[in-house]
Nanobody, 123 residues
Framework: QVQLAETGGGSVQTGGSLRLSCVASGDTGSRCMGWFRQAPGKEREDVAHIDRFGYIYYTGSLKDRFTISRDNKKNALYLQMNSLKPEDTGVYFC??????????????????WGQGTQVTVSS
């Protein structure tokens, strides 16, 4: 089973930037890959995902500040986050969909999860 490992979380002030990385232990070229986040007391929400053809989706207006990318040669997924706000605080999870299928419609349909990395934005 492929495993996902995230790095790059941390604490920043409002307006700061962070770059999250997710490296898979195996080939993820056949999978949609994406990022979820979960704030304290809230449900896990889709942040952005990218399918195996390179099509990208962002939740709401996050595309104005976040950039998702992937490097299939390295089995890696990235999330560049700029102009961070306190409401961006939460645990960010790397996620992989099932091979050769569309992006999961809910977190319960995700095939593989990373362990999560904490992002804290202070005002």
């Amino acid at each position: 089973q492929v495993q996902l490992a995230e790095t790059g979380g941390g604490s920043v002030q409002t307006g700061g930037s962070l770059r999250l990385s997710c490296v898979a232990s195996g080939d993820t070229g056949s999978r949609c890959m994406g990022w979820f986040r979960q704030a304290p007391g809230k449900e896990r929400e889709d942040v952005a995902h990218i399918d195996r053809f390179g099509y990208i989706y962002y939740t709401g207006s996050l595309k104005d500040r976040f950039t998702i990318s992937r490097d299939n040669k390295k089995n890696a997924l990235y999330l560049q986050m700029n102009s961070l706000k306190p409401e961006d605080t939460g645990v960010y999870f790397c996620a992989a969909g099932h091979p050769w299928t569309a992006w999961p419609e809910s977190p319960s349909e995700v095939d593989i999860w990373g362990q999560g990395t904490q992002v804290t934005v202070s005002s």
